[in-house]
Antibody, heavy 120, light 107 residues
Framework: QVQLQESGPGLVKPSQTLSLTCTVS??????????WTWIRQPAGKGLDWIGR???????NYNPSLKNRVTISVDTSKNQFSLKLNSVTAADTAVFYC????????????WGQGTLVTVSS | DIQMTQSPSSLSASVGDRVTITCRAS??????LNWYHQKPGKAPKLLIY???SLQSGVPSRFSGSGSGTDFTLTISSLQPEDFATYYC?????????FGGGTKVEIK
């Protein structure tokens, strides 16, 4: 059974860097049939795609984040990570990590989500 | 970016009803369209991928259709556990984008 688990601080101060890690179990992050992604959801709102990473380390990001985001992978730990810098209150959201089927682009397994609040 | 527009934004229905949700893309996305539902406090769950393929383990009362710009999710007989918010998502091009959601509530 594939499982993903987000971890990281639940509270970040404005202008600082939000850092989250997603630990994958039940599958190898090096499986070429999939890639790995981060999604966020502000309270009461819809889903926003942040970016994705392949096991090779190749990445794509949402241009709306204007170069504030970095996603990295650690295949030895079967983890991938998100860094979002210069955060503001508008970045407060539930953050999800997910596995994406390479062929269909569907997100077939998700983490439970973690709430990150940006506040001083 | 490809804009995904869902309708309606909410609907009220009874157990046993047939429910249809539509999703329109701002440009052709072939069949790169996926459907999810999300219950409060939970992560979204994949229902349909590639417009019409049922994800493993998802009940057969869920079905999807469409190609190009217009897509439909149908629940043939609404069950109590189906009351949730439904999202479409295009995977044709980056950035991946989602529809605004359709909240299915109990009548």
């Amino acid at each position: 059974q594939v499982q993903l688990q987000e971890s990281g601080p639940g509270l970040v101060k404005p202008s600082q860097t939000l850092s989250l890690t997603c630990t994958v179990s039940g599958d190898s992050i090096s499986n070429n049939s999939y890639y790995w992604t981060w999604i966020r959801q502000p309270a009461g709102k819809g889903l926003d795609w942040i970016g994705r990473i392949y096991a090779s380390g190749s990445t794509n990001y949402n241009p709306s984040l204007k170069n504030r985001v970095t996603i990295s992978v650690d295949t030895s730990k079967n983890q991938f990570s998100l860094k979002l810098n210069s955060v503001t209150a508008a970045d407060t959201a539930v953050f999800y990590c997910a596995r994406v089927n390479y062929g269909s682009g569907s997100l077939d397994y998700w983490g439970q989500g973690t709430l990150v609040t940006v506040s001083s | 970016d490809i804009q995904m527009t869902q309708s309606p934004s909410s609907l009220s229905a009874s157990v046993g009803d047939r429910v249809t949700i539509t999703c329109r893309a701002s440009q052709s996305i072939s069949n790169f369209l996926n459907w999810y539902h999300q219950k409060p406090g939970k992560a979204p769950k994949l229902l349909i991928y590639a417009a019409s393929s049922l994800q493993s383990g998802v009940p057969s009362r869920f079905s999807g259709s469409g190609s190009g710009t217009d897509f439909t999710l149908t629940i043939s007989s609404l069950q109590p556990e189906d009351f949730a918010t439904y999202y479409c998502q295009q995977s044709y091009s980056n950035p991946l984008t989602f529809g605004g959601g359709t909240k299915v509530e109990i009548k």
